[in-house]
C-alpha cells in the first residue's frame, strides 16, 4: 500500500541503518510520478544528498537503455567508495554537456525512471516507488512541456509500462509512496 504522509526524516534514519559508507537509494516510478520532489524532499533531510537524475543520461531517442553508463560511471565508483564522473545529457540540445562529479556521501540518490533497474539493484541500499495515477502523470507532463508534446509523452509512458513489465521494480521497492501530493515533476 501507497504511505502518502510518510516521515521523510525517520525513512533517512532507517536508510543509515544499511552498511556504508556510501549508502545509494533509488527513487523510481513512471514519468511525471512525483520522484524529482521527493528526492529534494529527501536530499534535504540527508543533509543535502547528492542527487543524480537518469534524466542526466536518458534522451529523447533512448529513453530506457542508456543505464550502462550510470552503471560504470557513477553507480559502481560510489558503491567503492569513489567519486563517480560523467557528463551530462543536454535535451535542449541533444548533445553530452558538461562533466558532473558525485561525491561520495552518507546518502547518495540515483532519481528516475528506472533507477530501480535490476541492473544494478545489488549496488542499491534501498529502493523507493512512487505511485501516481497515469491521468495526473500526463498532465504534470504537459503543464511542464506544453500540450505540443503530448505525443512525446505518450510514446514515453508506454516504452515505460513496458519497461517495467520486464523489470517489476515496484516488486522490490521497501517502500511504496503516493505522489499524488506531489505537486512538482
Not at 78 to 104: F, M
Not at 147 to 175: G, I, K, L
Not at 180 to 185: E, F
Request: hydrophobic share 45%; proline share 6%; charged share 25%.
Amino acid at each position: 500500500m501507497a504511505e502518502s504522509g510518510i516521515d521523510v526524516e525517520a525513512l533517512v534514519t532507517e536508510i543509515l541503518q544499511f552498511p556504508g559508507p556510501v549508502r545509494l537509494v533509488a527513487i523510481d516510478g513512471p514519468g511525471g510520478a512525483g520522484k524529482t520532489t521527493f528526492a529534494n524532499r529527501l536530499a534535504a533531510a540527508a543533509d543535502g544528498a547528492p542527487i543524480v537524475h537518469t534524466d542526466e543520461f536518458a534522451s529523447a531517442d533512448n529513453p530506457i537503455d542508456w543505464w550502462p553508463r550510470l552503471l560504470a560511471e557513477v553507480i559502481e565508483p560510489l558503491s567503492r567508495g569513489d567519486h563517480g564522473r560523467y557528463q551530462r545529457y543536454d535535451w535542449s540540445t541533444n548533445t553530452l554537456a558538461e562533466w558532473c562529479i558525485v561525491e561520495p556521501a552518507p546518502i547518495v540518490i540515483i532519481e528516475g525512471v528506472s533507477a530501480g533497474r535490476r541492473e544494478w539493484v545489488q549496488h542499491l541500499s534501498f529502493v523507493i516507488w512512487i505511485e501516481t495515477p497515469s491521468a495526473l502523470r500526463l498532465q504534470r507532463g504537459l503543464d511542464r512541456d506544453g500540450p505540443s508534446a503530448a505525443d512525446q509523452w505518450e510514446s514515453w509512458m508506454a516504452a515505460e509500462d513496458a519497461h517495467f513489465v520486464r523489470d517489476p521494480v515496484r516488486q522490490r521497492a521497501d517502500v511504496i509512496i503516493d505522489g499524488a501530493g506531489c505537486s512538482a515533476v
